[in-house]
């Protein structure tokens, strides 16, 4: 049973556009949240969280979403880059500290 | 210097062998994992380390075994490998203290190829 989803396998996006990852999420005890970017042939590596006390985190491009009603958290890049081409993984653990549950990725294609 | 180190990052052999892939944390965190990547891209948690303490084990056969010499060091030994075990294996490791993020380093894995 997948308790974090994301729906969409892949994405491809213009650079300078937006770029929206969804992540969908069923246990409603998660409270704490990370997406991490992997390259081919490399380990994932963090980019942005947030918890449940909060709605939105910013970092430079990087947005963080979360809906707590919907279960359901997004990261926006703007402006996108060829650079950002990767797998974007969601994880979400119960309270900080944790053990974290991932999804199963999307891959975003940044087009020049 | 490499925060999270792993070797050996390919590793092919028979089936019914014994290997291990090492770990190694240079950034003193006090708790570390080994995560499976199977061939759906699910990257599932295997087994965590605190402070030379196994407190988790994710329904993972027993022929696999942790063993941390040291809370910088959690190596994965895999006994009678079988063809399903092939997979991208990571280390990651983290502090569960109330500092920072908390998030995971991994390493960059190590692609098991089980012939």
């Known amino acids: 049973d997948q308790q974090v989803k994301q729906n969409s396998p892949s994405l491809s996006v213009q650079e300078g556009r937006i770029s929206i990852l969804n992540c969908d999420y069923t246990?409603?005890?998660?409270?704490?949240f990370l997406w991490y970017k992997k390259y081919p042939a490399e380990g994932p590596t963090f980019l942005i969280s947030?918890?449940?006390?909060?709605d939105k985190n910013e970092d430079g491009r990087f947005t963080v979403f979360l809906n707590k009603s919907a279960k359901h958290l997004s990261l926006h890049i703007v402006p996108s880059q060829p650079g950002d081409s990767a797998v974007y993984f969601c994880?979400?653990?119960?309270?900080?500290?944790?053990?974290?549950?991932f999804g199963p990725g999307t891959r975003l294609s940044v087009l020049p | 210097d490499t925060a999270v180190s792993q070797t050996p990052k390919y590793l092919v052999t028979q089936m019914g062998n014994d290997k291990s892939i090492k770990c190694e944390q240079n950034?003193?965190?006090?708790?570390m994992y080994w995560y499976k990547q199977d061939s759906k891209k699910f990257l599932k948690i295997m087994f965590s380390?605190?402070?030379?303490?196994?407190?988790i084990n994710e329904t993972v056969p027993n022929r696999f075994s942790p063993k941390s010499p040291d809370k910088a060091h959690l190596n994965l030994h895999i006994n009678s490998l079988e063809l399903g075990d092939s997979a991208v294996y990571f280390c990651?490791?983290?502090?569960?203290?109330?500092?920072?993020?908390?998030?995971?380093?991994f390493g960059e894995g190590s692609r098991l190829t089980v012939l």
């Open positions: 950034l003193g965190h006090d708790t």
């Open positions: 380390y605190n402070n030379k303490e196994l407190i």
């Open positions: 246990n409603s005890m998660f409270d704490y």
């Open positions: 994880a979400a653990s119960k309270n900080y500290g944790q053990n974290f549950v």
């Open positions: 990651a490791s983290r502090t569960t203290h109330w500092e920072g993020t908390g998030e995971l380093f």
């Open positions: 947030i918890s449940s006390i909060k």
